[in-house]
């Protein structure tokens, strides 16, 4: 018997296609931003979107805060949609607000927050000071931050999307932690979301949460796709190779980010910035010709030089 | 926390280098001038270490509380909360220094320092007039504007080095209830600067512990017996 999800996987696999070509038939020149169907429900998202740890954290400082607000127009205006954030992040929430506002970009993107406290009883009123915060009418996404009182909270977000107050509902986790918990959860309950970190380094996701997610039609985030820049300082001493220029790549921040939205499991990527230059270079990655997997082989190769 | 072990210091750091200065430089540009103030109390402090003048017990104790609850309010609570929820938590720490320094060294009169003579006691000064005069040409020599520079009795970390430096020469085991604040910022202050890869986290723990070499000494009375 066809289940609701099951139809949605199909459809969102043939919208995947089509977007998602490979390598040998895309065109370099092509300027349709790449995106990856939400498993739960078909809807499309650019592969790359723009997380907040760090460097939306700049309190009340208005040069800093318009520097933010600049980083999310030039984000959205290269075709990007999901911004991530996280009551842990402090102020982060804040400045999204602010620019958010500013920019008037509220209704162009494609929210993502967190719940991040081990109150279950006090989740419904973080929640609700962080739409204020972002000052939006809802959430697109709740994830539970680093599964922190996931048992608790769960069924508030499952309530919350019954009742149309929430769209998606996710887990997260960074840097390898709980992955068994993880794995259990996205077994276990009807999560649309799960995030986790990967990049051409960290690669553990690859054995068994990755194919999860596609097995139980879960979409993934991933994060630290850089490793807070560690990565890309590493290979800042390597000469770009000419086999980028294959995959339209311009960088190595772009090779990376290929790497990650290349696995077919992968929905997004979402790389941290506060540099309206990175931004611009980031969303490039989610254009043009992704690697196979031969070249996938290459990057890491590369990386485990660096 | 589970799986504690895999954090790292930078783990816990919830902002960037520039975003901490820059916070430092609006503050200090939103407080002027009370930088002078400060400057002030912590040239005073010294002065009245090395004077011995009468009641200078009580007035230390009282002109450190002040910088304390002030560097409470207006620095962690009312700024760096905004990029660090634990600075609400400093806040309340930075109170609790300020409240006992008026129970135990204003109301009570329970400070008695050590001799102002001798090795440990030109160490401790030292240190006072570092923290109070030099610690803010930090800011230059590490390529920050001066307009970030960390002056005493207004930024947390080198009124908690002088702190430490001043509450080392009280007698008597009541120095330890008042060491406990002061040497724990050193260390978080030391923390937070590594993470951000800051010289200066060395700095500050070098300085906290040079100043809490006197009370590290011994008993107050070999310590004092040391001085003469």
Same mark, same amino acid.
């Given at each position: 018997?066809?289940?609701?999800?099951?139809a949605?996987?199909m459809?969102a696999?043939?919208?995947?296609?089509a977007?998602l070509?490979?390598?040998?038939t895309?065109?370099?020149?092509?300027?349709?931003?790449?995106?990856?169907?939400?498993?739960s429900?078909?809807?499309?998202?650019?592969v790359?979107?723009?997380?907040?740890?760090?460097?939306?954290n700049v309190?009340?400082?208005?040069?800093?805060?318009?520097?933010?607000?600049?980083?999310?127009r030039?984000f959205?205006?290269?075709?990007?949609?999901m911004?991530?954030?996280?009551?842990?992040?402090?102020?982060s929430?804040?400045?999204?607000?602010?620019?958010?506002?500013?920019?008037?970009?509220?209704?162009?993107?494609?929210s993502?927050?967190?719940?991040?406290?081990?109150?279950g009883?006090?989740?419904?009123?973080? $929640?609700?000071?962080?739409?204020?915060k972002?000052?939006?009418r809802?959430?697109d996404?709740?994830?539970?931050?680093?599964l922190?009182a996931?048992?608790?909270h769960?069924?508030?977000?499952?309530a919350?999307?019954?009742?149309g107050?929430?769209?998606?509902?996710? $887990?997260?986790?960074?840097?390898?932690?709980?992955?068994?918990?993880?794995?259990?959860l996205?077994r276990?309950?009807?999560?649309?979301?799960?995030?986790?970190?990967?990049?051409p380094?960290?690669?553990e996701?690859?054995?068994?949460?990755?194919?999860?997610a596609?097995?139980?039609d879960?979409?993934?985030?991933?994060?630290?796709?850089?490793r807070q820049?560690?990565?890309?300082?590493?290979?800042?001493?390597?000469?770009?190779?000419?086999?980028?220029?294959?995959?339209d790549c311009?960088?190595w921040?772009q090779v990376v980010?290929k790497?990650?939205v290349?696995?077919?499991?992968?929905?997004?990527?979402?790389?941290a910035?506060?540099?309206?230059?990175?931004?611009?270079?980031?969303?490039?990655?989610?254009y043009?010709?992704?690697?196979?997997?031969?070249?996938?082989?290459?990057?890491?190769?590369a990386?485990?030089?660096a | 926390m589970?799986?504690?072990?895999?954090?790292?210091?930078?783990?816990?750091?919830?902002?960037? =280098?520039r975003?901490?200065?820059?916070?430092?430089?609006?503050y200090?540009?939103?407080?002027?001038?009370?930088?002078?103030?400060?400057i002030?109390?912590g040239?005073a402090i010294?002065?009245?270490?090395?004077?011995?003048?009468r009641?200078?017990?009580?007035?230390?104790?009282?002109?450190?509380?002040v910088?304390?609850?002030?560097?409470a309010?207006?620095f962690?609570y009312?700024r760096?909360?905004?990029i660090?929820?634990?600075a609400?938590?400093?806040? +309340?720490?930075f109170?609790?220094?300020?409240?006992l320094? +008026?129970v135990?060294g204003?109301?009570a009169n329970?400070l008695?320092?050590q001799?102002?003579?001798?090795? /440990?006691?030109w160490?401790?000064?030292?240190?006072?007039? /570092?923290?109070?005069?030099?610690?803010p040409l930090?800011?230059?020599?590490?390529?920050? =504007?001066?307009?970030?520079?960390? %002056?005493?009795?207004?930024a947390?970390? =080198?009124t908690?080095?002088?702190?430490?430096?001043v509450?080392?020469? /009280?007698?008597?085991?009541i120095?330890?209830?008042?060491?406990?604040?002061?040497?724990?910022w050193c260390a /978080?202050?030391?923390?937070?600067?590594?993470?951000?890869?800051?010289p200066?986290g060395?700095?500050?723990?070098a300085?906290?512990?040079l100043?809490?070499?006197?009370?590290l000494?011994?008993s =107050?009375?070999?310590?004092?017996?040391a %001085?003469?």
């Open positions: 018997m066809w289940s609701r999800r099951r949605l996987r459809l696999a043939a919208g995947a296609c977007v070509r490979p390598p040998a895309a065109s370099a020149q092509s300027r349709t931003v790449l995106t990856r169907p939400i498993p429900s078909g809807e499309a998202l650019p790359v979107g723009l997380g907040s740890w760090i460097t939306f309190g009340d400082d208005p040069v800093a805060r318009d520097a933010c607000t600049d980083v999310m030039h959205v205006a290269a075709g990007g949609r911004i991530d954030s996280s009551p842990m992040y402090a102020s929430q804040d400045v999204i607000g602010y620019g958010l506002h500013k920019a008037a970009l509220t209704e162009r993107i494609f993502a927050e967190k719940v991040w406290t081990s109150s009883a006090q989740g419904h009123e973080q $929640i609700e000071r962080s739409r204020q972002w000052q939006v809802r959430f996404l709740l994830q539970i931050h680093n922190l996931w048992q608790e769960l069924p508030t977000l499952f919350m999307k019954a009742a107050q929430v769209r998606y509902v996710g $887990i997260t986790t960074s840097e390898g932690r709980r992955h068994r918990d993880i794995e259990q996205m276990s309950q009807a999560i649309d979301f799960v995030q986790v970190t990967y990049n380094v960290d690669r996701v690859e054995e068994r949460i990755l194919p999860l596609r097995d139980r879960i979409a993934v985030i991933v994060n630290r796709p850089f820049g560690a990565l890309l300082r590493a290979l800042a001493r390597q000469p770009l190779p000419p086999w980028a220029a294959d995959i311009a960088s921040a980010l790497f990650i290349s696995h077919p499991a992968v929905t997004c990527a979402i790389p910035t506060s540099n309206v230059a990175h931004v611009r270079e980031n969303m490039n990655a989610a043009g010709r992704l690697p196979d997997g031969a070249l996938r082989s290459r990057i890491i190769a990386m485990e030089r | 589970s799986e504690w072990w895999t954090y790292r210091l930078t783990s816990f750091l919830l902002f960037s =280098p975003t901490y200065y820059r916070l430092i430089e609006l200090n540009l939103a407080i002027w001038p009370a930088q002078l103030a400060g002030a109390i040239l010294l002065g009245l270490l090395i004077g011995k003048r009641h200078c017990e009580r007035i230390i104790a009282g002109l450190l509380a910088c304390w609850l002030w560097i309010l207006a962690h009312q760096y909360a905004q660090n929820w634990a609400t938590w400093f806040a +309340v720490a109170g609790c220094e300020a409240l320094l +008026v135990v204003v109301l329970r008695a320092f001799t102002a003579r001798g090795g /440990v006691a160490l401790a000064t030292s240190i006072i007039a /570092v923290a109070v005069v030099g610690y930090l800011a230059a020599l590490t390529g920050r =504007p001066w307009t970030a520079a960390e %002056m005493f009795g207004v947390a970390d =080198p908690a080095i002088a702190s430490v430096a509450l080392a020469l /009280v007698r008597g085991r120095r330890w209830l008042l060491l406990v604040i002061p040497v724990l /978080v202050a030391a923390a937070t600067l590594w993470a951000m890869n800051a200066q060395w700095i500050v723990l300085a906290g512990l100043a809490l070499w006197p009370a000494l011994g =107050p009375h070999d310590a004092a017996a %001085m003469r």
